[in-house]
């Protein structure tokens, strides 16, 4: 944001920038659900859609997931992505949080 001695002292529009961007991070994880005789072919699609990754399999049937992107709509189409993979039951959110470059600065 530009000060007063900015805006008096010289010519400012709002269009140009005044910070640089920071860099946002999406992260998000999910419970997959398939039966269990399809567990390995849907494990193998989700890694295959990228940024995700796998943290905990239960041999009935469930997958935990992790996935990391940009932004809240790019985690929601993997996330569509997913539950419309061949044989997943269902893919249920549990937890979200968004990392930004404010922390590290």
């Not at 910070?19 to 998000?28: D, L, N, T």
């Not at 999910?30 to 039966?35: E, K, M, N, P, Q």
């Not at 239960?58 to 990391?68: A, F, H, N, S, Y």
């Amino acid at each position: 944001m530009p000060t007063r001695r900015d805006v008096i002292s010289r010519p400012w529009s709002p269009a140009q920038p005044t910070q640089q961007a920071r860099r946002q991070v999406e992260i998000v994880s999910l419970i997959v659900s398939s039966r269990p005789q399809h567990l390995d072919s849907v494990a193998e699609a989700i890694l295959a859609l990228g940024n995700a990754e796998l943290h905990g399999r239960d041999p009935k049937g469930k997958l935990i997931v992790v996935l990391e992107a940009n932004s809240a709509g790019a985690i929601g189409a993997k996330v569509n992505q997913i539950s419309d993979l061949p044989h997943v039951l269902s893919a249920v959110m549990v937890f979200q949080a968004t990392d930004d470059d404010d922390a590290t600065s």
